[in-house]
């Protein structure tokens, strides 16, 4: 049974900073694709970062470039998201998700992965 489990999200000012976390347990993450997706209220899910389990191999949206960047540390099983210069834009809820298969690459399509964590909501204040 593979988990994924969120946290970091919080209310945070405009121009302010969060880093989300996602401790993974049932399945070691070091040589699967993962992501960070976001869903603002009425919107659909989209992809704001994806990793490969190849080392450098990241993947933003053009909205979050040059502001969130994307880590993963295989010793810990967790997956990261840094987030900085955080804008009302950005309120969402955060989901993090595992590809279950080999892709060597980034994988940016929701409906590719496998699993999902239950998402931590971030709100940014103007």
């Known amino acids: 049974q593979v988990q994924l489990v969120e946290s970091g999200g919080g209310l945070v000012q405009a121009g302010g900073s969060l880093r989300l976390s996602c401790a993974a347990s049932?399945?070691?993450?070091?040589?699967?694709?993962m992501g960070w997706f976001r869903q603002p209220p009425g919107k659909e899910r989209e992809c704001v970062a994806a990793i490969g389990w190849i080392e450098g191999s990241t993947h933003y949206a053009d909205s979050v470039k040059g502001r969130f960047t994307i880590s993963r540390d295989n010793a810990k099983n967790t997956l990261y998201l840094e987030m900085n210069n955080l804008k009302p834009e950005d309120t969402a809820v955060y989901y993090c998700a595992l590809e279950r298969g080999s892709t060597i690459g980034v994988v940016t399509t929701a409906a590719r992965y496998d699993y999902w964590g239950q998402g931590t909501q971030v709100t940014v204040s103007s």
């Open positions: 049932g399945r070691t993450i070091s040589s699967h694709a």
